[in-house]
């Protein structure tokens, strides 16, 4: 829209009628009615997921990092400075191994949402509307 001229159109709708745009297929309109530019805003529901891999990547991240202070106070604990024995290795190494359960869990949410999102942006450039 930078070379376009519309870029006039939207600083005259601060002062006429409002510019339109639909949630479904990302069009922008102007306060008549005519199309100024189709699929150049992100749709509602492109909205919502990206805001939902945010948050699962947030959750991802922070479950990083509890994962990794979990993993040295179970060997702190497990296999102190006194105690060197087998069991307390394997006892500290299951532990470590359950802790990264819900990382991966969140991980895969991320990966499956960015996936999603990808092709909701791509169908959307190409002008079709994604049914539910």
């Not at 979990?70 to 087998?86: C, P, T």
Request: hydrophobic content about 50%; aromatic content about 12%.
């Amino acid at each position: 829209m930078r070379w376009s001229r519309y870029w006039f159109k939207g600083v005259a709708s601060f002062f006429g009628r409002p510019l339109r745009i639909c949630p479904k297929c990302g069009a922008m309109y102007s306060g008549d009615g005519e199309l100024l530019a189709a699929a150049a805003v992100q749709t509602e529901e492109e909205v919502r997921l990206d805001l939902y891999r945010r948050d699962m990547a947030y959750l991802r991240d922070s479950f990083g990092g509890v994962i990794v202070a979990s993993e040295i106070a179970a060997i702190w604990l497990f296999a102190g400075a006194e105690s060197v024995n087998v069991a307390a290795g394997i006892l500290a190494a299951s532990f470590g191994a359950a802790a990264f359960v819900p990382f991966g869990f969140f991980g895969s949410k991320v990966r499956s949402a960015r996936k999603e999102l990808k092709r909701l942006k791509q169908m959307r450039m190409q002008g079709r509307i994604p049914r539910r």
